[in-house]
T-cell receptor, first 110, second 114 residues
Framework: GQQVMQIPQYQHVQEGEDFTTYCNSSTTLSNIQWYKQRPGGHPVFLIQLVKSGEVKKQKRLTFQFGEAKKNSSLHITATQTTDVGTYFC??????????FGTGTKLQVIP | EPEVTQTPSHQVTQMGQEVILRCVPISNHLYFYWYRQILGQKVEFLVSFYNNEISEKSEIFDDQFSVERPDGSNFTLKIRSTKLEDSAMYFCASQTQRSGNTIYFGEGSWLTVV
């Protein structure tokens, strides 16, 4: 079945530093979504990428979809304590089932 | 902001007992999902439901599990004869269309099997 891996598993950064998480799929994807889950909370949709090579920005967050549509990244510039949480990519191969990645847990040290 | 609501927020049950987790999806949504997250692990797909039937399910969703939309608003997950390893957070989610739209997650039902 489809597997979606994320690296790193954990990341501690000083407040103000940048952060990047990478998502890799074993198969070509029709789209990729990113979610943020705060500690004790539920996944909250951030964005969806559909096109090969697509780049989207949301304030300090930059999302990228690889040219081959098998990988994606999320980059946060100048992290803040409010960025703390686990970031999941979630991949769809075209059907309803969305496979979540393993997640990257971000801790921001003030 | 529309919400998916789930009840109960937390349930403790004896091993072997049946549990029903309830969800009220967002009213104009057509696709409904159950996901599971064991503590500290990733979110795992269980089942998707459309047009009053299961459209896709994972290997986890075996005969122990069933879903129902009994009255056009509630969407339930039944777990028969619970096992210790069923302890997890169960998230309900809904979506307007199959793809290209946000999946909205509920706040989850935390199930503890003792």
């Amino acid at each position: 079945g489809q597997q979606v891996m994320q690296i790193p598993q954990y990341q501690h950064v000083q407040e103000g530093e940048d952060f990047t998480t990478y998502c890799n799929s074993s198969t070509t994807l029709s789209n990729i979504q990113w979610y943020k889950q705060r500690p004790g909370g539920h996944p909250v949709f951030l964005i969806q990428l559909v096109k090969s090579g697509e780049v989207k920005k949301q304030k300090r967050l930059t999302f990228q979809f690889g040219e081959a549509k098998k990988n994606s990244s999320l980059h946060i510039t100048a992290t803040q304590t409010t960025d703390v949480g686990t970031y999941f990519c979630a991949a769809s191969g075209g059907y309803q089932k969305v496979t979540f990645g393993t997640g990257t847990k971000l801790q921001v040290i003030p | 902001e529309p919400e998916v609501t789930q009840t109960p927020s937390h349930q403790v049950t004896q091993m072997g007992q049946e549990v029903i987790l309830r969800c009220v999806p967002i009213s104009n949504h057509l696709y409904f999902y159950w996901y599971r997250q064991i503590l500290g692990q990733k979110v795992e797909f269980l089942v998707s439901f459309y047009n009053n039937e299961i459209s896709e399910k994972s290997e986890i969703f075996d005969d122990q599990f069933s879903v129902e939309r009994p009255d056009g608003s509630n969407f339930t997950l039944k777990i028969r004869s619970t096992k210790l390893e069923d302890s997890a957070m169960y998230f309900c989610a809904s979506q307007t269309q199959r793809s290209g739209n946000t999946i909205y997650f509920g706040e989850g039902s935390w199930l503890t099997v003792v």
